[in-house]
């Protein structure tokens, strides 16, 4: 559970307040203030950095010890990643054997040359991509305490989302680039080692001074505080002054987030729009014939924008940057590293799915460890309506599910490859069922959902849910009691089986035969995972009426949303496999019986759903 409510014999009757949350309410969450000084080399790939890492406990427990992730040491030769890579059935095909063959001078590392809690040195070693630290003294429960620690680093050539001279000469793409704090939660610390997954850290505040040639233009997390002295606006992009001195410090402050990312390289191009009553939108890319569908980009994001936060929340920062780098698309707070030689489609695409990351992960923070589907897989679905909204045209069916995250979660079925969706992001066989899982499966649990409890209530449980957890560490409970507050009715069924097993949909329709005067209909449940049923009969007329059945474990009945008239049916019991209903009038008035006329039901074996007259 994640409320630990706590007792008097713990620690004494004060509770101290940090940030929105006390020890006094029954959730915690912790708490990080960084300042980073950095002093980059743009010729060696190089920086030296300083950090002052403020840590505040909010947990009930005290800490003996705690935990630094160090992202760049994954780029060794022999590291986990590279073994990872090397020894999975299907490897990223970014990756491959890639950091196998890097030498010296394109490796990435980390080396810590001073590390002291409240200015005394402690004790650590490194493990790989990990700090082990062992405190001085413990971090009591609500107490605070200050970490300083000086560092160098080298940046890898570019391989997986970090690293320097991407594929479209982009120089630096400076994601997971400083030594980071672990997270510590009611399940205790998350020191995972890099892997090339999924990542979970603490709310905090950063402020990052860095200095690098004057030559580069730099993107980042967070908000510019010296416009004026670098001679570059933010506001106003495109303002020049001369440039004094080899270097200059762009000083950046993002508050209550929980990453912080940036890009360099000295040919960006800077453009800035406004979402009416929303943020301001930063663009970064490398003008060239490739990019050319990037001066488009910004009016179509503006309405992407204004859609999303209408169907899935309030934006509440200043800024969003769309920043032309990395190996793909991937999220961080207040802004994403895309490749940008694209198609318009495409390039609308991954900044619609990334910017919605600033929703699914980059707000509504979960453990993409043990939660990535609800990240990518809710990212995903509200993509899809996003670009239906964007490229859609009027009246057109959204019926993205038939040829997306559906197709995807069927073909996971088909081969035969799938895992629970429980799994460890890390610890999946293949890449392909964590990709599936993630994505087309989860994408696949939040439409399904709207079948299960009505669209109005998933729509209204996605805003709740993204209202009442923003800027916290929700987890599947806390999504599922949002569900069931919305919608009255009971939903631990449903994830029981759709995350924790591989169990399948598959209902058919059996015999039907007129009985006393009616047609008595036999529905029959080929698959392990019971499901309530709309089934809609159509009769010789062209007329249509719908049956519908609930599941006896709902404790209740979605509102009828279809125009057709609904007939409520007797609970199905899940132990039952049969079910049989009557409909009334003679068998040779019926045209065809067909259980979800939809698709929303993710049914693996559709051709047994349909019965005709014949």
């Not at 009757?13 to 006390?22: A, K, R």
């Not at 990223?92 to 950091?99: A, C, L, S």
Request: proline letters at 4%; hydrophobic letters at 35%.
């Amino acid at each position: 559970m994640k409320y630990n409510f706590i007792k008097k014999a713990f620690f004494p009757l004060i509770f101290v307040v940090t940030g929105h949350f006390s020890l006094a309410q029954g959730y915690w969450q912790q708490r990080v203030e960084y300042k980073m000084d950095v002093d980059f080399d743009v010729q060696n790939h190089q920086f030296q950095g300083s950090q002052s890492l403020k840590y505040t406990n909010n947990s009930p427990d005290t800490l003996y010890n705690v935990f630094y992730h160090l992202y760049f040491n994954a780029f060794q030769p022999e590291s986990m990643m590279d073994v990872r890579s090397r020894t999975i059935e299907d490897p990223d095909g970014r990756v491959t054997d890639r950091i196998q063959k890097l030498d010296n001078s394109q490796v990435g590392y980390h080396k810590i040359n001073e590390l002291k809690q409240d200015g005394s040195d402690v004790d650590f070693i490194i493990e790989g991509t990990v700090i082990e630290v062992d405190l001085l003294k413990p971090i009591l429960p609500g107490l605070s305490t200050t970490f300083s620690m000086t560092f160098e680093s080298q940046v890898p050539i570019q391989i997986r989302r970090s690293g320097r001279n991407n594929k479209e000469g982009i120089d630096y793409s400076m994601a997971q680039w400083f030594p980071k704090l672990a997270e510590y939660d009611e399940r205790g610390w998350h020191a995972h080692p890099y892997i090339g997954r999924e990542f979970y850290a603490p709310w905090g505040d950063y402020e990052v001074n860095l200095t690098i040639d004057r030559d580069y233009v730099v993107a980042a997390t967070g908000v510019l505080q010296n416009p004026n002295e670098i001679g570059y606006g933010y506001e106003d992009a495109g303002t020049e002054v001369k440039r004094k001195g080899k270097t200059l410090t762009w000083k950046f402050k993002a508050e209550n987030v929980h990453d912080f990312v940036w890009a360099a390289d000295p040919d960006y191009k800077h453009v800035v729009t406004d979402v009416p009553g929303g943020p301001v939108l930063h663009f970064f890319y490398q003008e060239s014939p490739e990019t050319k569908e990037w001066e488009k980009l910004p009016e179509l994001s503006v309405k992407a924008f204004q859609y999303i936060e209408k169907n899935f929340g309030e934006y509440p920062f200043p800024h969003y940057s769309i920043i032309q780098g990395g190996d793909g698309g991937m999220e961080y707070p207040m802004a994403t590293l895309i490749t940008g030689h694209r198609s318009l489609r495409s390039l609308v695409g991954v900044t619609v799915h990334e910017a919605l990351h600033s929703w699914y992960q980059g707000l509504l923070a979960t453990n993409e460890s043990y939660y990535a589907w609800m990240d990518e897989g809710y990212t995903s679905y509200a993509s899809a309506l996003t670009m239906m909204h964007l490229f859609g045209e009027e009246g057109e069916k959204v019926d993205w599910f038939n040829n997306g995250s559906y197709r995807g979660y069927y073909a996971l079925v088909k081969s035969g490859k799938e895992e629970p969706m429980s799994t460890h992001s890390d610890t999946y066989e293949t890449n392909s069922a964590y990709s599936r899982a993630a994505y087309s499966k989860g994408a696949v649990s939040i439409a399904q959902l709207g079948y299960i409890i009505g669209e109005e209530a998933r729509n209204k449980t996605l805003l709740r849910y993204f209202n009442e957890w923003k800027f916290k560490h929700p987890d599947l409970n806390d999504f599922v009691r949002v569900a069931e507050k919305t919608s009255g009715l009971e939903l631990d069924w449903y994830y029981d089986y759709w995350v924790n097993s591989t169990k399948t949909i598959d209902y058919g329709v059996g015999k039907v035969e007129e009985f006393d005067g009616n047609v008595l209909v036999e529905v029959v449940r080929e698959g392990a995972l019971p499901m309530p049923l709309d089934i809609v009969v159509t009769f010789k007329d062209g007329s249509k009426k719908s049956y519908y059945a609930p599941l006896s474990i709902m404790r209740g009945e979605k509102p009828n949303e279809n125009e057709l008239d609904r007939v409520v049916l007797p609970d199905w019991k899940w132990t039952h496999p049969t079910y049989n209903f009557q409909i009334e009038g003679d068998m040779d008035n019926i045209q065809s019986i067909e259980i979800d006329d939809t698709g929303l039901l993710a049914d693996v074996n559709r051709e047994n759903n349909t019965w005709t007259n014949k």
